[in-house]
């Protein structure tokens, strides 16, 4: 079993910036991708990005050009870059890790957005 730890939510102005960081631990080997969702209250989880490799990576339209997802390899941590953020990115933000067939949650971090 992997654990995956979140941290870097927090509270921020429209416009700001965060970056959101998932340390996986136990099991790591073989993580072959990872991602993050967010959750708002009310909805079901959503994709926010996705990333298998450095040039393999995937995002949500409303996300596309103000975030960046990346991962160290060496320090089994995957990030999110949440620049220009709006309200409606705020939410509960979870990390995401796949090993084949297998997958795991983090707990989550609180994002809040104020105007």
């Known amino acids: 079993q992997v654990e995956l730890a979140e941290s870097g939510g927090g509270l921020v102005q429209v416009g700001g910036s965060l970056r959101l960081s998932c340390t996986a631990s136990?099991?790591?080997?073989?993580?072959?991708?990872w991602a993050w969702y967010v959750q708002r209250p009310g909805k079901q989880r959503e994709l926010v990005a996705s990333i298998t490799s450095p040039t393999d990576t995937d995002y949500a339209d409303s996300v596309k050009g103000r975030f960046t997802i990346s991962r160290d390899t060496a320090k089994n941590t995957a990030y999110l870059q949440m620049n220009s953020l709006k309200p409606e990115d705020a939410g509960v933000h979870y990390c995401?890790?796949?090993?084949?067939?297998?997958?795991?949650w983090g707990q989550g971090t609180q994002v809040t957005v104020s105007s």
């Open positions: 136990g099991r790591v080997f073989g993580i072959d991708s």
């Open positions: 995401f890790a796949r090993r084949g067939v297998v997958y795991d």
